[in-house]
């Protein structure tokens, strides 16, 4: 059953999901059952009425057990003679069809303003793809009206904790729903691939002022790595200068500079970042400190990392530099794709990519400084940011490592392995690899007919519950049948002992015999993106965080 759009015409906004569900087939109406009435909810909270909206789907039919992967090649071996190419992608006609009365909906309804809900609407709207990146952003339709995607509602009910990043991406529409073209684009001054000279003049003012006033100086702070080298440097003063310092260039082994010149730089940087009334602010500043310290052998004066203040406010939420962008900044494009090394991409987007990141710290930086006020967390967020100084020292210092400990260590480990595996072999009759979630799945829930235990997990596309024999899910099944208790520890133990001997015992320690690793103050809970962006590792060593 096709189920149409329905709403206004014309209207403000435009609200585009997926594909219709089960309930919405049955009613022939886009977003109801749990899900809509929960965005309903979400609209009214922040001053959106659905009667003002008019509400579709890019599909109109729905897909198979709601896998929207049916009508998609999400994997190139799903590809068929029946699909065509739509944009970057292969689709099938319930797709391809539903867009082309998307588009006449569009025209029809005129609206300011499309809420995406969800990757097919948003990837259909503007080409993206990603929507857990890319929501909150502010995009637009090519020629078209402007598009805020945000995730959809029936991920909501799955993790609620989602619930109030939605909310977010909805009071940004409804503060952008009065007109067609976005009234908050910051014009950005950035100097890329500046001269030595621009350095100088740059550096001169800067230390100017910081000689001449009589209260502190804010300055952002970021740099990019290559290879365990500093790539380039970035300094903003307020929401639109800044300037970025490459050191290394394409093609040029010897680096940008001259060494004299780099070395005059570098001499530069450390009269500025370590003066008396500078006050660094960056984004997991341990990364940055530590190799400015390994490279250059000074510690820049930081006086608020954003991870640790997003740390002290909202804990359970995500810490990365996008996450916190995407919910304090006045204006949000997802821009962390743009800092991958790409030979083919030029130079300037890496350098612009490193000012970007350091306004966005400008800007969330100042707004979380605010929230710390107003929820009168100080005293919280000074404990927190204190912990940065401690920390460093001992990354930087590392842990003296016993070769001879370490060497019986490794004889040991690999002892309780073979014991472990013996006992499985004697138990089960046969060998079998505890790290492959098929046989693992396999002996419980077809040999051992255990009940089958699920976790939600990504898959063509779509969150779904699918099977597991995680070690959560050991300790449920050892829980329930005390008879394969045995069985589930030795499993458990040998996962243990195989992470710590790769992780561990098989580490090389640096130059000096010590090992060192990087901590994350802010922790990683609540962040899923938080080893993507938000946590770097530490240059010529381990990281633990």
Request: glycine share 6%; charged share 25%.
């Amino acid at each position: 059953m096709r189920v149409r759009g329905e709403g206004p015409i014309p209207a403000r906004i435009m609200k585009v999901g997926e594909a219709p569900g089960e309930q919405e087939e049955r009613a022939g109406t886009p977003f109801v059952g749990a899900s809509g009435q929960e965005l309903n909810r979400m609209l009214h909270e922040v001053g959106i009425m659905r009667s003002e909206c008019y509400v579709t789907n890019v599909c109109k039919v729905r897909p198979p057990d709601n896998q929207i992967g049916a009508f998609m090649a999400l994997r190139k071996k799903d590809i068929s003679p029946l699909h065509t190419r739509m944009r970057d992608r292969y689709v099938l006609p319930p797709i391809s069809e539903g867009y082309k009365e998307l588009l006449a909906e569009i025209e029809m309804v005129q609206p300011n303003i499309i809420i995406a809900f969800g990757n097919l609407s948003m990837w259909a709207l503007t080409g993206k793809w990603g929507i857990t990146k890319w929501r909150g952003s502010q995009l637009q339709v090519e020629r078209g009206p402007k598009v805020i995607p945000t995730i959809h509602p029936a991920a909501i009910l799955r993790e609620w904790s989602q619930r109030a990043v939605v909310l977010n991406d909805l009071r940004r529409v409804k503060r952008h729903m009065t007109s067609r073209v976005y009234d908050n684009r910051p014009e950005w001054k950035f100097v890329v691939r500046p001269s030595f000279k621009t350095v100088e003049d740059t550096f001169t003012q800067l230390q100017y002022q910081l000689d001449t006033t009589s209260s502190e100086v804010w300055l952002d702070f970021d740099i990019e790595t290559r290879d365990g080298h500093i790539d380039c440097i970035g300094f903003t003063w307020d929401r639109s200068n800044g300037i970025c310092i490459p050191l290394m260039a394409r093609g040029k082994a010897e680096g940008h500079w001259s060494v004299d010149e780099e070395a005059q730089i570098i001499y530069w940087l450390y009269k500025i970042l370590t003066h008396k009334n500078v006050r660094i602010r960056w984004q997991n500043g341990l990364y940055d400190a530590q190799y400015v310290y390994r490279h250059w052998h000074f510690i820049p004066r930081g006086a608020q990392d954003t991870m640790i203040s997003q740390h002290s406010v909202f804990a359970a939420l995500p810490k990365s530099l996008a996450f916190i962008a995407s919910m304090y900044a006045d204006w949000y494009v997802f821009w962390k794709d743009e800092g991958k090394i790409d030979q083919n991409a030029p130079e300037e987007q890496r350098w612009s990519y490193n000012l970007t990141d350091c306004v966005y710290t400008r800007e969330v930086g100042e707004v979380l400084a605010a929230t710390v006020e107003k929820m009168g967390l100080k005293e919280v967020e000074a404990t927190q940011q204190e912990l940065f100084y401690p920390v460093l020292r001992a990354m930087l210092r590392g842990v003296r490592i016993r070769t001879d400990i370490k060497a019986q260590m490794a004889i040991d480990v690999q002892e309780e392995l073979s014991h472990r595996e013996a006992f499985l072999y004697n138990v089960l009759g046969h060998s079998i690899n505890v790290r492959s979630p098929k046989q693992m799945q396999t002996l419980f829930y077809e040999d051992l007919k255990q009940p089958v235990i699920y976790k939600r997990s990504m898959y063509k596309g779509r969150m779904r519950m699918a099977p597991t024999v995680d070690d959560e899910a050991l300790t449920k099944i050892a829980a329930k049948e005390p008879l394969l208790k045995p069985v589930c520890n030795a499993i458990a133990d040998i996962r243990t002992l195989n992470k710590f001997y790769g992780d561990f015992i098989l580490m090389q320690p640096d130059e000096d015999g010590r090992m060192r690793c990087s901590f994350n103050i802010a922790g990683d809970a609540g962040d899923k993106d938080a080893t993507k962006e938000g946590v770097k590792s530490a240059p010529y060593s381990y990281r633990l965080s």
